[in-house]
């Protein structure tokens, strides 16, 4: 695995945000017993903090996906010595002939 700054910072990123939900939803010892029913999980009343939480995710699926290759993709393919153009001409030619507009179609 090639461990570069932007890997290990989502690494430590994910530890601390999975540190910080693991205190904040902790259900101490003696918390709430629920039975396998409707009934007792209406019971339930959702904490205070969990109905004032802000959770978001962003997501993007373009052309770069196809190849895998990284955010820079679209750009790099036409640096020559760059992975990324290395990786596109070894896998679909040279970007004069296979261009980034053309990767989404193969």
């Known amino acids: 695995m090639h461990l570069t700054r932007r890997s290990a910072l989502r690494v430590l990123a994910g530890g601390a945000a999975a540190a910080h939900f693991t205190r904040a939803v902790a259900i101490p010892k003696g918390g709430p017993v629920f039975d396998p029913t409707w009934e007792s999980l209406k019971q339930y009343k959702c904490p205070e903090w969990f109905r004032n939480a802000k959770f978001g995710i962003w997501s993007h699926w373009g052309p770069q996906c196809a190849p895998r290759q990284g955010d820079w993709y679209a ?32």
């Open 75 to 106: 750009r790099n393919m036409y640096i020559q010595g760059t992975r990324q153009y290395n990786y596109h001409v070894q896998h679909f030619g040279h970007p004069s002939k296979i261009g980034y507009k053309d990767v989404i179609l193969l």
